[in-house]
């Protein structure tokens, strides 16, 4: 097992009371596996992934525990985490284009970075520009100041310098929601590439886009309203969904092909709970044309079939 | 990023108007499933009255209005008249002490602040209305207009100010606050225009401006409903800092003589102590307070710009 | 990058322009006659003040066309001609301000640079040490808001008068000359510490707020984020973040310059120090119009010059200004 997530509960501290961003996740990916974590604004997702790197300064740790390749990851304490960062755990954020500071050659970036963590530089810059040629930039790009890259080269050279030291878990955070398609194609492709290649050994793709996850993730792990509702292998999301919400969620996408005056396009109504004091039961209950009585009691997230796990008690019945 | 303006020390808080990257606005993104919007004022006026140096600064600058209203009501000495003994310390009689012409400093400084606030409200308010209106006109319209309004604030920036004070104010003999006032309006407004100019910039490209122009609302509408709301705070503090600047010109003014010389202000104070040479005689009474004065005000005024800002930019607080 | 410095340029030559202009039309256009209130200052004879009006109307270039008054003083101006003192006719301005330059840069330079660098240093200390941040800060905000010349005033009548460490006025002692030699050094530096720090310390106050600020920007920005969440060390993320933070402090070093100089030239006074304070303010004292103007058309070109100066450092560290948007592929 690469990383297990058991029970893993984050708070975020805002002045009306904790947002209970992320409740009693429990799940776990294997060496190699690339899991989608996927769900709408708001969800989770990003605060889930996120902790498993850096929490920032809202965020507490309520309970739980990650443990990455048998070792636990002490993701409250900020220093001890220190030592995973990078090298056992990275990250290529949402904000790719101005991760590297403007001022600096992106070279000198890179090499202050690896030293300020250990690594020698010149015994490792072979292997950073073999992987740059190998994303498609030429190793010159180490010479360049970042207003001289454009936007989708600012993206791989974060995503060469994210894996170069080849971690065991990659959080990949929102990276195509502000690409064009033909873009999120090409980094979607990389994604791939580098966890065949072993750069990466296993991989959280958070987005909102379900599209690119079924062309790109082995699993899908599906978040609403701070709570896991369903997660499977990729084919079962998007073929046989079981939690209603992805049902009305893979409904809710365009197809391509069809046409507005022959289908009409379902939206899901209403809106995801406040997250400073959620519902108790299951959170979907408002909005799912499903609920029963017995929904006022939350659905545990469990495995209805092997590598199936849905939080829903009309799934499991 | 935090706003500030080149003051006499240089720069008082950092030139947001010159930086490239102008602010990102007022609000960061809140914590995730948080309902936003409709307690936005009630969220400000939360921290601005929790804030210490705004409720501090805030609290200087009304004791200084209180002073600069009341003072005068509490003595029955005018400022200019000579009929004190001179060179008096502090007493009883002359709260303050008296000048080497025999003239009660008290009244003198508290017609003083009168003047300060003259010249900072009405100076600071001409700059900002021009600031405001050549930074937002350049920053909306762009194209050659805002050409054209750059150049026009370039060159007004890069004169010293004081240099065409200076000129000015020794060909014109200004005679009244007013007059000193109109003048430091008018020549200390480009760094304002910058300012206005990239923030209004930065504005007119987001989102929400974009939607409310394609559902088809007039500019004035945009303006008034989308653009104004989300940078008054800016505004505010543009505000604060031409009234902090424009009392620290006018006290130079004043000090070289070149302010009206028929009435009285804390920099002509000064300069009357210093020509006196009551430096040397030692009366501090005569020289402190003026000083002082200015410090509190302009002091304040800083204060709270930084409160403020802390209030309006969460980034900048302590949580 | 060419593009960039040539476009300040225009601005600068157009701004120069302007501000001679300023400078000529105001003597011209203001109400009241020079001369007139020149010869009731002098107390002429009246039998005198026919040919003394002649005198200075041709002395002043005020009996040709407006036109032509204005060429002509382009053409002096292109020659270094400033004209001649009023007060101290026939000595040129220009020899006048040669002669307080030299002090007031020595004042000016030494401040400017020290306090920036004090400044930011001092600003970007605060903003990690609480300590250090609850007791700089409040001081700085004094500081900032504190008059030069009140400030000068108040170190004069400290140091100066009351407790007779330094002296209170003058550039050097009186039994010293000008002259390179270590007496004379002394004594100047004795001389110059009040009037330095009362620059340098209203200054230092604002650059430290300035920097403080932008630090605790720029550590909330994304490659500040990025690096931490690689596990950088903070003096790592630090350095960066100082050194972005750095650039619009520079700008606002130029847009200060003009603040600066008139702080300068209030502190001088205070001092009685031979600068160009002092000479300015015994110009507005004597109505010496063409000393006055003199002075500020060379302030001006100063302050563009020094604004061209510091244009030129931000192209060399910012490299935004030197790359154009190259895309790649």
Known sequence: MSLRVDDLTVYYRSLRGDVKAVDGATFAIRDGEIMGLAGESGCGKSSLGKSLIRMDARMKHMRGRVELDGQELPIADDAKMNAFRFRRVSIVPQYSMSALTPTRKVGTVARELLESRGEGFDEVRPELRRRLELVGLSADVLDRYPIELSGGMKQRTV???????????????????????????????????????????????????????????????????????EKAPAETIVG?????????????????????????????????????????????????????????????????????????????? | MPLTEPTQSGVALPAEAVAD??????????????????????????????????????????????????????????????????????????????????????????????AAFLVGGLGGGIAWVLGVGVGFTAGYRGGWIDDVLNMLTNVVLVIPTLAILIIVAAYLQVQSYTTEAVIIGLTSWPWAARAVRSQTFSLKTREFVEVARLSGRSTRQVIATELAPNMSSYLLMTFILLFGGAILIGASLDFLGLGPSESISLGLMMNNAFLASALLLGSWWWFLPPGLGIVAIVGGLYVMNVGLDEVFNPKLREL | MTRYLARKVVIYLLTFFVAVTIDWAIPRFMPGDPIEGLLSRMKAQPGATEELTGYYSHAFGFDVPLWQQYLNFWAALLHGDLG??????????????????????????????????AGNKTGALAARRKVLDNTVLPASYVLTATPQ?????????????????????????????????????????????????ALFLV????????????????????????????????????????????????????????????????????????????????????????????IFLFLITGVLIANFVIDLVYVVIDPRTRVGMQGGS
């Open chain 1, 159 to 229: 995503m060469v310098l994210s894996t170069l030291l080849d971690p065991s878990l990659l959080i990949a955070d929102e990276i195509t929601s502000a690409l064009d398609v033909s873009s999120q194609r090409a980094v979607g492709e990389l994604l791939v590439e580098f966890r065949d290649r072993g750069f990466v050994k296993s991989m959280i793709v958070i987005t909102h886009d379900l599209a690119i996850l079924y062309q790109i993730a082995d699993t899908i792990l599906v978040m609403y309203a701070g709570k896991l509702a």
């Open chain 1, 240 to 317: 046989a969904p079981r939690h209603p919400y992805t049902r009305l969620l893979i409904s809710s996408l365009p197809e391509v092909g069809v046409r507005f005056d022959e289908t009409r396009l379902a939206g899901i109504p209403g809106k995801p709970p406040s997250l400073l004091s959620p519902p108790t039961g299951c959170r979907f209950r408002d909005r799912c044309p499903l609920a029963f009585a017995k929904c006022e009691e939350e659905p545990p997230f469990i495995e209805l079939e092997p590598g199936h796990e849905v939080a829903c008690w009309k799934a499991a019945a």
């Open chain 2, 21 to 114: 990257a102008a602010r990102s606005g007022a609000q960061t993104a809140p914590a995730p499933g948080v309902p936003a919007a409709p307690r936005l004022h009630s969220e400000l006026f939360y921290f601005a009255f929790r804030n210490w140096k705004f409720v501090l600064g805030s609290a200087v600058v009304l004791a200084c209005v209180a002073i600069a209203i009341v003072g005068p009501w509490l003595t029955d000495h005018p400022p200019l008249a000579f009929d004190g003994p001179t060179d008096q310390p502090p007493s009883s009689e002359y709260w303050f002490g008296t000048t080497s012409y025999g003239q009660d400093v008290y009244s003198q400084f508290v017609h003083g602040l009168r």
């Open chain 3, 84 to 117: 001649r003192s009023i007060a101290n006719f026939p000595t040129p301005v220009s020899e006048l301000i040669m002669g307080a330059l030299p002090y007031t840069l020595a004042l000016l330079i030494p401040a400017i640079l020290l306090s920036f660098w």
């Open chain 3, 149 to 197: 010349m009140w400030l000068g005033i108040v170190l004069a009548w400290l140091f100066a008068s009351t407790w007779a460490i330094f002296p209170v006025s003058g550039a050097y002692g009186l039994d010293v000359q000008p002259q390179w030699s270590l007496e004379f050094a002394l004594s100047f530096l004795h001389h110059w510490i009040l009037p330095f720090s």
């Open chain 3, 203 to 294: 200054a230092f106050g604002g650059w430290a707020i300035g920097m403080r600020n932008m630090i605790i920007y720029e550590l909330e920005s994304d490659y500040s984020n990025y690096l931490t969440a690689l596990g950088a060390p903070s003096k790592l993320v630090r350095k960066y973040a100082y050194r972005n933070a750095l650039l619009p402090q520079i700008t606002g070093l130029a847009l200060a310059l003009g603040a600066v100089v008139a702080g300068a030239i209030v502190v001088e006074i205070v001092f009685s120090y031979p600068g160009l304070g002092t000479l300015t303010l015994s110009a507005i004292q004597n109505r010496d119009y063409f000393l006055i103007q003199g």
